[in-house]
């Protein structure tokens, strides 16, 4: 693999865009976990999925500075 300093910037976009994935999907398993529990807590739920949303909106935007503005 490139080194940070010959990767272009859309490469370390990309790999930027897939720790944000990873991470999301990481909460999204904390949720799971948390929500089978009898006792859980309501609080850490709400601000996990909260930080999930967060998480969504990043990776969408990431996503949109990567594609090519199309003309129809």
């Known amino acids: 693999m490139d080194t940070p300093e010959e990767m272009s910037h859309d490469e370390m976009t990309r790999v930027r865009l897939q720790v ?28 996990l999925k909260k930080q999930k949303l967060a998480l969504k909106d990043r990776i969408q935007k990431i996503e949109s500075d990567l594609m090519p503005d199309i003309i129809a």
């Open 20 to 47: 944000l994935r990873d991470e999301h999907r990481d909460l999204d398993d904390a949720i799971d976990a948390l929500a089978e529990r009898a006792t859980a807590d309501q609080l850490s739920l709400k601000r």
